[in-house]
């Protein structure tokens, strides 16, 4: 049989299709924008490729988004009429559970496929994507210490094993182990989008804000060729600017960088959920410091109403609503919550957490924009503990922790805003009066 070039078999009888597999698994790795073309190139290549197939349903769902699982079930239909070995038809099941919105059930193939083959990096990578997407830093922990033992710098893909060590690390707080293991892939390629974005968060989460600048700076002129991941490391950039007061260059990284929706080359997708989450995010902390953001929410407004009904990404909902919200968009704020609470009705896993976590967090945040804070903070507090699982770093989840704040503090709620100023500081190494969406908060306290 045909191998990959870390030596999996292949079910296929074309040389030409196993090399365009590796590379388009390349592109995946590496957050190339021409997926598209490598994707054409290896069916074309081998149009009875089950793996192929596979990763053509795993691409269509990274999207998060609802008018693309059609794609994910056609893709699994010939995936699972073409796999061939074990390993191949486990891929195909995975599939099945991601398209079902069955997150856990996905990571649970993907785990028995590293137990037997630590070198399918496909099923790493994917495992590591979609816990980090749950709230399951304990398992993205845990994949890689699983794997790494069967790695070294022989085998490709090595960089990307480090840029996940980094991450998974500076996720569960282990800021040392990750910067070094993302400062090493980097090293190796300085290209690599996912080490750069690990130790962005690292000088993030630690305080280190001109040393975050100069990071993301220093490396953009490598992204060329990549997808929208540069937008969200630009949004880091924006985020140290944030914290040093300098909104002009905030306003500037927006509209020249992580939304720059008038260079589709470089610019932000319209409703991709990543861009859409950086977007929202950061105008709701502008807000919060009293920057005038003219008229940006607009066009972020209106790509919220045509998505409503769409729940796929459970941590984009409370940002659509950011953005109704903030344009007095109330019918189509009630539209949004009445597709959220139908979806909810439908069953499964994903059904369960967007009723569950997603829609009183999105309710709050409609509630604090329309000044109903006491109902904000009464909505929101229940689940504060459980916001981690709709998926999300804790720089990204922190702007929900803010949107609680910030109606606990105009509610005059206190020990409400005692109790996010106690989560906030027992996990973020920087305290909060070094934040500057919680000085107030500290501020009040220390009173
Ligand atoms: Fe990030």
Redesign the pocket.
Known sequence: MLQDCRGLALTTVSEQAAAAFDHAVDGYLGYRADMAARMEALLAADPDFGLAHCLKGYLALMGYRADTVPMARTALAAARHCAGTPREKAHAEALSHWADGDADGAVAVWDQILRDHPLDILAFRLAHFVNFWSGRVDAMLASVLAVEPHWSTALPGFGSILACRCFAHEEAGYYLEAESAGREAVRQDPGDLWAV?GV??VLEMTGRRLEGIAWVEGLQSRWDGSNNLKH?LWW?QAMYHLELGDYPKVLSLYDSGFRDLASPLTGAMPDLYIDVQNAASMLFRLGRHGVEVGDRWTELADKAEARIGDCRSAFTLPHWMMALAATGRDAAADAMLAGIRDFAGGGGPLADLVGGIALPVTRAVLANGQGRHAEAVALMRPVLADMYRMGG?H??QDVLEQVFLDSALKAGAESDVRLMMERVAGRHPVPPARRRGYAMGAHLLAA
């Open positions: 974005h962005a968060h969200h880091h770093s720089a990204q």
